[in-house]
């Protein structure tokens, strides 16, 4: 059985744009993909870190624990051994709290790959590879999240080109949602489930050549 960590945000825990619910396992796309990889024959095992909110290297000032490199190498540790790790971080970056342009939030991803690669696990265990997945842009923000996200659409250009050049020269493997999927017309930040199934059909032939 192989293990693969995905270490994301709301986009990836499922959460129903203009709501505070959450799209069943099957309809979210890492379950999406796990049961496709299933399905092929594969005994894979995707397993769900993803935390509303969280950031790559910032603290949200009204929730705690959402500094994304908050036991991020315990994490590692707890799930070891990995045979890949999926990151898919950035949006929450770009909140209003924060005045972080596209380079700043591709240096904290940065800093998540480095915490990954130095996390103590047991010796003969395998440093996991990493699969970068730029986050869709953000829209303009609409619904209960417009005071949240009011400029992201603004501060976060130019996100993939600057993940994609960390990817680069870290080592890691990359793939930009946003060529798949959109964000939610309706808070303009979110994944409807329609592009939910549309990011689990692009991942799983690539999550399928690096097990």
């Not at 303009?188 to 692009?202: C, M, P, T, Y």
Request: aromatic share 4%; net charge negative.
């Amino acid at each position: 059985m192989q293990h693969v960590l995905v270490y994301a945000d709301s986009l990836s825990w499922g959460i129903v744009p203009g709501t505070r619910q959450r799209l069943p396992f099957g309809q979210r796309w890492p379950g999406a993909m796990e049961l496709a990889l299933l399905e092929q024959g594969r005994e894979v095992r995707v397993i769900e870190d993803c935390l509303n909110g969280r950031r790559t290297v910032w603290d949200d000032p009204f929730k705690p624990g959402r500094n994304g490199l908050q036991g991020l190498a315990q994490r590692i540790e707890i799930h070891s051994p990995l045979a890949l790790v999926v990151l898919m971080l950035g949006t929450n970056d770009f909140q209003s709290s924060h005045q972080n342009s596209a380079w700043h939030s591709s240096q904290g991803l940065a800093a998540i790959v480095a915490a990954i690669r130095q996390a103590p696990i047991e010796p003969g265990m395998p440093v996991p590879p990493i699969l970068v997945v730029a986050p869709p842009p953000i829209t303009v923000a609409h619904g209960p999240v417009t005071p949240k996200f009011e400029g992201g659409d603004l501060r976060c250009v130019g996100m993939a080109a600057a993940l994609e050049e960390v990817a680069r020269t870290m080592d890691c493997h990359f793939l930009d949602a946003g060529q798949v999927v959109t964000a939610s017309p309706v808070d303009g930040v979110h994944l409807d489930a329609d592009q939910h199934a549309r990011l689990a059909q692009a991942l799983t032939p690539v999550v399928a050549r690096l097990l």
